[in-house]
């Protein structure tokens, strides 16, 4: 049985303005349930409660046990502070191997995904967790693309590696983030492709032993953190060595420098609910694709995503995302969604933080 290491310390500002500091966008409910939760119930048949774990920050400890009640407090991580997901991983399998053998698997998944059926994600982690077993692999888990998102990290995938009723798994042969919509359409085009999901299963001591051969400047503090364990030196250490680690992502900084890596081909309907367009493609339509979380009486409007208490009347208003929240509204392009970050630094530069 493996463990599960779920990240819960994200910001997710894409999907600005309903995540916000005080409530990112893992403790966002959507279909019923916060995305934290969704993604715990999904993985939580496979590990038991005995071996799921959840990284996150001190300041998201209420929220983390309100929608995980269940959870023991020993098998929370902090981070001091979000440096990505390569120091999150990292820090968090130092803290792992104090409890369990570096030969066991863990699964790291980010908090804020959805996936849409259960069954085939289980099959799929099932497959991963077996090829992960023998401490050679970084597994990894690819979505086969419907269309050029130009949103979505790219895998190309190599030679099969293994086949069976719950997929296939390929050596993975490189990794692109975030192309440009041309170069997007050559990878659907090209069929070699998947979508990079940044879900992860491997090996406790895979992964210490990847980041000691491809990010050194991670490994020496992660050594560091670990000697400082259950001493008095503990948290001072931490405070000082995870603020020297840069903020990169596990794929920058291990997944794109790593040769043994493999890639399993999972469609169990995914989503990383990155920005509004995302979740508009993931929630039910209108007849003209409107999406809307409130009342919408609409007129010659296609396209929209309404988040609203109130009800919305549009009159020929096309592809626009309009979100209500008790101390604002936001209006904007759908086309512009993938740059909401620079609204967040402009609010930022004119000392407008009150919204963020």
Same mark, same amino acid.
């Given at each position: 049985?493996?463990?599960?290491?779920?990240?819960?310390?994200?910001?997710?500002?894409?999907?600005?303005?309903?995540?916000?500091?005080?409530?990112?966008?893992?403790?966002?409910?959507?279909?019923?349930?916060?995305?934290?939760?969704?993604?715990?119930?999904?993985?939580?048949?496979?590990?038991?409660?005995?071996?799921?774990?959840?990284?996150?920050?001190?300041?998201?400890?209420?929220?983390?046990?309100?929608?995980?009640?269940?959870?023991?407090?020993?098998?929370?991580?902090?981070?001091?502070?979000?440096?990505?997901?390569?120091?999150?991983?990292?820090?968090?399998?130092?803290?792992?191997?104090?409890?369990?053998?570096?030969?066991?698997?863990?699964?790291?998944?980010?908090?804020?995904?959805?996936?849409?059926?259960?069954?085939?994600?289980?099959?799929?982690?099932?497959?991963?967790?077996?090829?992960?077993?023998?401490?050679?692999?970084?597994?990894?888990?690819?979505?086969?693309?419907?269309? +050029?998102?130009?949103?979505? &990290?790219?895998?190309?995938? /190599? $030679?099969?590696?293994?086949?069976? @009723? #719950? %997929? =296939?798994?390929?050596?993975?042969?490189?990794?692109?983030?975030?192309?440009?919509?041309?170069?997007?359409?050559?990878?659907?085009?090209?069929?070699?492709?998947?979508?990079?999901?940044?879900?992860?299963?491997?090996?406790?001591?895979?992964?210490?032993?990847?980041?000691?051969?491809?990010?050194?400047?991670?490994?020496?503090?992660?050594?560091?953190?670990?000697?400082?364990?259950?001493?008095?030196?503990?948290?001072?250490?931490?405070?000082?060595?995870?603020?020297?680690?840069?903020?990169?992502?596990?794929?920058?900084?291990?997944?794109?420098?790593?040769?043994?890596?493999?890639?399993?081909?999972?469609?169990?309907?995914?989503?990383?609910?990155?920005?509004?367009?995302?979740?508009?493609?993931?929630? +039910?339509?209108?007849?003209? &694709?409107?999406?809307?979380? /409130? $009342?919408?009486?609409?007129?010659? @409007? #296609? %396209? =929209?995503?309404?988040?609203?208490?109130?009800?919305?009347?549009?009159?020929?208003?096309?592809?626009?995302?309009?979100?209500?929240?008790?101390?604002?509204?936001?209006?904007?392009?759908?086309?512009?969604?993938?740059?909401?970050?620079?609204?967040?630094?402009?609010?930022?530069?004119?000392?407008?933080?009150?919204?963020?």
């Amino acid at each position: 049985m493996p463990i599960a290491l779920v990240m819960a310390g994200g910001k997710g500002e894409r999907l600005w303005p309903v995540s916000r500091r005080h409530r990112p966008k893992q403790f966002i409910s959507l279909l019923g349930k916060t995305l934290l939760r969704h993604t715990v119930e999904r993985i939580l048949p496979l590990v038991g409660v005995d071996r799921l774990y959840v990284v996150t920050q001190r300041e998201h400890l209420e929220a983390t046990l309100r929608e995980l009640p269940f959870l023991p407090p020993s098998h929370l991580i902090f981070e001091p502070v979000g440096k990505n997901t390569a120091p999150c991983i990292g820090f968090s399998a130092v803290h792992l191997a104090r409890v369990f053998s570096p030969g066991e698997v863990m699964v790291v998944l980010p908090a804020d995904h959805m996936v849409f059926e259960e069954e085939r994600f289980q099959e799929a982690v099932s497959l991963a967790v077996e090829v992960a077993q023998s401490g050679e692999w970084l597994v990894t888990f690819g979505i086969p693309p419907t269309h +050029p998102h130009t949103g979505y &990290g790219y895998i190309r995938c /190599g $030679e099969l590696f293994r086949k069976d @009723s #719950r %997929g =296939c798994v390929y050596r993975g042969e490189g990794f692109t983030e975030k192309p440009d919509l041309n170069k997007a359409e050559e990878y659907l085009r090209s069929g070699k492709y998947l979508w990079n999901s940044g879900i992860f299963v491997w090996t406790i001591g895979a992964i210490l032993s990847a980041f000691k051969t491809w990010a050194p400047e991670i490994s020496w503090g992660l050594e560091q953190i670990a000697e400082s364990l259950g001493t008095p030196k503990e948290e001072k250490v931490l405070v000082e060595v995870f603020s020297t680690f840069p903020s990169i992502s596990i794929d920058y900084a291990v997944m794109e420098r790593a040769s043994n890596i493999l890639v399993v081909s999972a469609s169990f309907g995914w989503s990383d609910v990155g920005s509004w367009k995302s979740l508009g493609e993931i929630l +039910p339509k209108d007849a003209n &694709g409107n999406v809307a979380l /409130g $009342e919408h009486i609409a007129l010659e @409007s #296609r %396209g =929209c995503i309404l988040w609203t208490r109130k009800p919305v009347v549009t009159f020929g208003m096309e592809d626009v995302v309009l979100v209500e929240e008790e101390d604002l509204l936001f209006l904007a392009p759908k086309s512009r969604d993938q740059d909401i970050r620079r609204l967040l630094a402009y609010l930022r530069e004119t000392g407008r933080t009150e919204y963020l």
